[in-house]
């Protein structure tokens, strides 16, 4: 049984933008906060944006202004809005709880972003 699964990715020019969405399964959702992660070749997966339960958000510093996370309790999704896209952000990305215990990860969804 699938928890979390990702869509929205794909091939865009640098400087345009795409709309991640995560649909969640309603028991990990709605007690969690719920972040995105990336991974790009040869590096570590990094958390790059969450939103509580109560509706704060945080950022990494390199998406800081461009990336807006928000969610929807009536239908257990995660959204991550990303604009002036950059070659860096291309990667794989996740959504998940970001305690230390987590669900499986999803299938995730590529980005990837051409100069």
């Known amino acids: 049984q699938v928890q979390l699964v990702e869509s929205g990715g794909g091939l865009v020019q640098a400087g345009g933008s795409l709309r991640l969405s995560c649909a969640a399964s309603?028991?990990?959702?709605?007690?969690?906060?719920m972040g995105w992660y990336r991974q790009a070749p040869g590096k570590q997966r990094e958390l790059v944006a969450y939103?509580?339960?109560?509706?704060?958000?945080t950022y990494a510093d390199s998406v800081k202004g461009r990336f807006t996370i928000s969610s929807d309790g009536a239908k257990n999704t995660v959204y991550l809005q990303m604009n002036s896209l950059k070659p860096e952000d291309t990667a794989d990305y996740y959504c998940?709880?970001?305690?230390?215990?987590?669900?499986?990860w999803g299938p995730g969804t590529q980005v990837t972003v051409s100069s």
């Open positions: 998940n709880v970001v305690t230390f215990t987590k669900p499986a």
């Open positions: 309603g028991s990990i959702f709605s007690k969690n906060a």
């Open positions: 939103v509580t339960t109560w509706g704060s958000t």
